[in-house]
């Protein structure tokens, strides 16, 4: 049994058409924010990084992560155990590729984040692992 439940919003605080999207995003961002692409491992800004601070939505803006949950995992994407609140992103199934996913997505703008994995047996509080693409998300600095 998963913990995470399909949500069903039918509705998000932030809402643009992929027109506007593509002005404000670049065409990476675009294509892992707006059609659920994913990153080459190893090569985004953050997959490594231990700045202090909060990681927020790249597309919308809304605070998601905080480096207090983030933690070295080898896969390559920044992970994290846990998102900054309850509500900040929402879950979807996900059976693309063959694999049955749990994908996750910002609540506020509906953007593809990344996807999440339980029960891996990590040494993390939650035995969770949100597995985040570096481009959909924006590092706020705690001391900027
Ligand atoms: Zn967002």
Not at 45 to 73: I, M, P
Not at 94 to 115: F, K, N, Q, T, Y
Request: hydrophobic share 30%.
């Amino acid at each position: 049994m998963s913990t995470f439940s399909d949500s069903n919003a039918q509705s998000f605080p932030v809402t643009k058409t992929d027109e506007q999207w593509k002005e404000e995003l670049s065409t990476e961002e675009f294509q892992v924010l707006r059609q659920a692409g994913t990153e080459r491992p190893f090569t985004g800004e953050y997959w490594d990084s231990t700045t202090e601070g909060v990681y927020a939505c790249r597309a919308c803006g809304a605070e998601l992560f905080t480096s207090k949950e983030k933690f070295g995992s080898d896969c390559g994407w920044p992970s994290f155990f846990a998102p900054l609140a309850e509500g900040s992103v929402r879950y979807l199934h996900d059976r693309s590729l063959g694999m049955e996913r749990i994908e996750v997505r910002c609540a506020s703008c509906d953007s593809h984040l990344g996807h999440v994995f339980e029960g891996e047996g990590l040494d993390i509080p939650t035995d969770q692992r949100f597995c985040i693409n570096s481009v959909s998300l924006s590092l706020r600095p705690t001391d900027a």
